[in-house]
């Protein structure tokens, strides 16, 4: 029996052993990238839909490794969320994001809001983060009212009177609050009724096929006449097409986003674009 379980042993350890060899290692990386702030935002603009205006920018992280070159939100957001490591990089892209657009409007960008991500490790701790957001600010003498956070439905729910709460502490601050990936949680709609949210982000997943399937029409229609009764803006992001563009036209959307527009790009070659008169 001892013989067999050594098989055993020698027969699941090397796949189990290179998963958890891989994750260690990348978090060993991703510490040593917070200590050496190997990080920079990207920023794509978010534009008025009417007037084609850019109204805001959204800061999108970028991981630049020496060796690996530039590794993806979606590979190490996830483990920096499970390891608590987001809380460091969190902070650091809310003070980056008011460094950056305070430069690039000192040298004549217009003043748009940027917009950042807030994972759900950072919401639980909403005092530290509405604590971090005032000193950002402040430090940078950023006005709150070009500053906006975006949250996913998820991260919302928990507890519904500590996250009124956390989002009115943020409210008095004067900041705008963007529900992102909006139509993909599990969450009731009641909760846009209690909180005090400014934007709707509708996940780019309705925009795909938009103007091929019946169901995402009906959604992304229901989604801005909701938002429309309940005086909260919609963005659509994710637009890609022209085709994309009529359709939410046609019913009335407030915002785009997407690379229809412009991919996300970093704050001087936004400045470029911006003063080439590729954005207005
Ligand atoms: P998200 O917040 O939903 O961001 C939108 C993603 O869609 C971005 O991917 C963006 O580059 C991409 N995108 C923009 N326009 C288009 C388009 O027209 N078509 C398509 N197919 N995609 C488009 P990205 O930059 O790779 O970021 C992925 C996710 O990583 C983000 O999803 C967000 O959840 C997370 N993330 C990024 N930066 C941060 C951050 O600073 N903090 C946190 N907590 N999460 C972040
Ligand atoms: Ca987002
Ligand atoms: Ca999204
Ligand atoms: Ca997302």
């Not at 139509?183 to 996940?203: A, C, M, N, R, V």
Request: glycine residues 6%.
């Amino acid at each position: 029996a001892k013989e067999e379980g050594k098989n055993n042993f020698q027969f699941f350890m090397p796949t189990m052993n290179k998963q958890a060899h891989h994750r260690l290692l990348l978090e060993n990386k991703l510490r040593n990238a917070i200590e050496k702030n190997h990080f920079q935002l990207f920023y794509q603009p978010q534009l008025d839909l009417k007037t084609g205006d850019v109204v805001g920018t959204e800061a999108l992280i970028r991981w630049f490794d020496p060796e690996q070159g530039m590794i993806s939100p979606a590979e190490f957001i996830p483990l920096a969320e499970d390891t608590g490591l987001i809380g460091q990089i969190g902070d650091w892209v809310i003070d980056a994001a008011c460094r950056d657009m305070k430069a690039l409007q000192a040298k004549g960008f217009p003043q748009v809001k940027v917009a950042i991500n807030v994972s759900a490790f950072q919401f639980r701790h909403g005092k530290h983060l509405t604590e971090v957001i005032r000193q950002s600010l402040e430090e940078h003498d950023y006005p709150a009212k070009l500053f906006a956070l975006e949250l996913t439905e998820s991260i919302l729910i928990d507890d519904v009177n500590e996250t009124l709460n956390i989002l009115n502490s943020m409210r008095d601050l004067g900041i705008t609050l963007a529900i992102d990936d909006f139509g993909t949680g599990y969450s009731s709609l009641s909760y846009l009724k209690q909180f005090p949210i400014d934007i709707l982000k509708i996940d780019q997943s309705f925009i795909r096929d938009i103007t091929t399937d019946a169901s995402d029409k009906a959604i992304v229609s229901a989604i801005i006449a909701m938002a429309q009764q309940l005086d909260i803006d919609v963005l659509a992001e994710g637009v890609e097409t022209l085709e994309h563009q009529a359709f939410l036209q046609s019913q009335g959307c407030d915002y785009v986003q997407g690379y229809l527009y412009c991919r996300p790009i970093p704050a001087d070659e936004l400045f470029d674009h911006w003063q080439k008169k590729q954005l207005t």
